[in-house]
Each structure stands twice: as C-alpha cells, then as structure tokens.
Nanobody, 127 residues
Framework: QVQLVESGGGLVQPGGSLRLSCAPS????????IAWFRQAPGKEREGVSC?????????SYAASVKGRFTVSRDNAKNLVYLQMNDLKPEDAAVYYC???????????????????RGQGTQVTVSS
C-alpha cells in the first residue's frame, strides 16, 4: 500500500527553523521525484520544492523559498526532508509531500496533479 507520512511541523518564531520529514512506504522512493507543496487557508496549493530521483540528482525550489529551504533524501532510511530556515509568517501553511509514482523528474511548477500525497503537517510561524 502506497503511503506518504509527513512529520516535523509545529510552531516557530519568525527567523526560526524546522525540518519536515516525509516517510514514503509501499514503494522505493529513490526511483521517483518527491515534491513538497503547501496550502494555507483560503489559498491555492503552492509548490515549494522538489527532489528528483536519486539517479537524476536534482532539486528545485519556488522563488519564495529559494535560499532558505533545502530538500534532501536519505535513501538508507527511505526518507525525504525539507529543511526550512529563516521562516517567515507567510510560510505558515499545511505542508504535504507528494509523488505521482511515475516520473523521476520534478514538474515545472513543483506540483503533481495526480498520484499520492500525505496527510500534511502544520507549520505555524508566529511570535
């Protein structure tokens, strides 16, 4: 059974850091691109970052997070991370990891329109 489970969200002050984890199961995640997207109340989904398959070896970021967020894999643990530094109030949202379980490459807008996603983890940025 294919599942993705996010964790690591929480409340952080502006300028703080969080590391989100995505735990895929039911498939070998290193073969596929894994994307992170977020959704704030009343807003559309926003692609945040994406890491391609391990063989493709690339990462992509939205302009709004570039230089502050870093996506990575630990293939031994079958985990994907999103390290978020210098968080801003506008980063607050529910964060999801997702894959289409088909492509090794990241979509241009960092959003998969089909496939699987997790249940999300809440990130709140507030003083």
């Amino acid at each position: 059974q294919v599942q993705l489970v996010e964790s690591g969200g929480g409340l952080v002050q502006p300028g703080g850091s969080l590391r989100l984890s995505c735990a895929p199961s039911g498939f070998t995640s290193s073969y596929y691109a894994i994307a992170w997207f977020r959704q704030a109340p009343g807003k559309e989904r926003e692609g945040v970052s994406c890491i391609s398959s391990s063989s493709a070896g690339s990462t992509s970021y939205a302009a709004s997070v570039k230089g502050r967020f870093t996506v990575s894999r630990d293939n031994a643990k079958n985990l994907v991370y999103l390290q978020m530094n210098d968080l801003k109030p506008e980063d607050a949202a529910v964060y999801y990891c997702a894959t289409d379980l088909w492509s090794p490459y990241c979509p241009g807008n960092l959003l998969f329109n089909t496939g699987y996603r997790g249940q999300g983890t809440q990130v709140t940025v507030s003083s």
